[in-house]
């Protein structure tokens, strides 16, 4: 086997508008949209040879490690599930079968469960790393549809589509998502100016609880099922948000965008319940007295990360009075690249 050592990170993103339209069954039935943009956040995965004919899994960030027998059935027992899933299905799909003794090791710029998009992420950098290892013609739809499938089928792991195809993807992307599995990334050609304002005039602040969002989302979806009124004009304001949101992008209208961004988060808490928590509600209610124009959670809800919009003359007093609970807030930067890998010289 090779003695080169892969390395792939791909970046976490903020979900601007529409986040719950890329869920089954609405996307399926009505078509979802999402706005988001990747930050410098990012997960990583170092793939290298494994010195003892093991499989090895070590999550940096978790202070997790094990090591398995080379084949498949041991796999399955791992307890670092995505880096198993995405060993499984790359073996199964594309070494023909027969498993590889590697050394895999990760780790994340962001708690699981920040509404960042991580864990997404992190299957994403994986999927990068093994097409770099294993020379595989694949492209950002085929990583981000590969990576939807391992965390969404093969795991079973519950949440939409837009985290796989912005992290693939990188850069500001408005996000269709259709019927058949259909997904169209279209990037936005964004007026630096613009980009330049909204950045200096956002702030993300970390709540200290890393959410579990799958309850959050399995009623999201149960809801979609048997929608009631307001739970279907919800999703259709989330949709309607996205759209509306991407030409005031475009346009570099960053107090039109803070309109949209209160109304959405709005919307947001009524398609389940648990999305807002009181701890929430105490940050939002300090961040708009210190300034913010708007703000919402950025994922699912329940915890993770709220991202606020300020004039940017009032930005370093907003995160100074955020931090002075036990929230730790700070500025962030967009990025315009998707996953990257590359390979260095074994040692």
């Given at each position: 086997?090779?003695?080169r ?6 970046p976490l993103r903020?979900?601007l ?10 996307c399926?039935?009505?078509?979802g ?5 990747t930050?410098?956040r ?29 084949e ?12 198993a899933?995405v ?19 990760t ?36 990583v ?13 792991l519950a ?20 019927a ?19 950045e ?5 602040c970390?709540?200290?609880v890393?959410?579990?969002s ?14 009631t009124?307001e ?10 948000d ?12 960053i ?9 959405s ?32 959670v ?11 919009i300020?004039p ?23 990025t ?7 390979t260095?010289?074994?040692?």
């Amino acid at each position: 086997m090779t003695t080169r050592i892969v390395r792939s990170r791909a970046p976490l993103r903020l979900g601007l508008a529409g986040g719950g339209t890329d869920l089954s069954p609405y996307c399926d039935e009505y078509g979802g949209a999402v706005l988001n943009a990747t930050i410098d956040r990012y997960a990583y995965a170092f793939i290298e040879p494994s010195d003892n004919g093991l499989v090895q899994f070590i999550a940096r960030d978790l202070g997790v490690e094990e090591q398995l027998p080379c084949e498949l059935a041991a796999i399955a027992d791992a307890r670092l599930l995505i880096h198993a899933g995405v060993y499984a299905r790359m073996v199964r799909d594309h070494a023909g079968g027969q498993p590889m003794p590697l050394k895999i090791t990760t780790y994340v710029d962001a708690p699981a469960g920040s509404g960042l998009g991580s864990s997404s992420a992190l299957v994403v950098a994986l999927v990068e790393a093994f097409r770099t290892l294993l020379e595989l013609p694949l492209g950002r739809y085929d990583v981000a549809h590969l990576a939807f499938e391992i965390e969404r089928i093969d795991l079973g792991l519950a949440g939409g589509k837009q985290d796989q195809y912005a992290s693939a993807f990188g850069g500001a992307n408005f996000i269709e998502f259709l019927a058949h599995d259909r997904v169209i990334v279209n990037p936005l050609r964004v007026s630096r100016a613009f980009i330049n304002e909204l950045e200096t005039s956002l702030v993300t602040c970390f709540t200290g609880v890393s959410r579990r969002s799958d309850k959050i989302i399995a009623e999201q979806q149960r809801l979609m099922v048997s929608p009631t009124a307001e739970s279907l004009s919800s999703m259709h304001q989330l949709k309607s948000d996205a759209i509306e949101m991407k030409q005031a992008l475009l346009r570099g209208e960053i107090r039109h965008m803070a309109k949209i961004l209160e109304r959405s988060w709005v919307a947001k808490q009524r398609t389940a319940r648990g999305i807002s928590t009181g701890p929430i509600e105490q940050m939002h209610a300090t961040a708009m007295a210190h300034g913010a124009l708007a703000g919402k959670v950025s994922g699912a809800g329940g915890g993770g990360f709220l991202m606020f919009i300020v004039p940017p003359e009032h930005r370093t007093a907003l995160i100074a009075a955020l931090n002075q609970g036990d929230a730790s807030a700070n500025a962030v930067h967009f990025t315009t690249e998707g996953a990257e890998s590359w390979t260095v010289a074994g040692a």
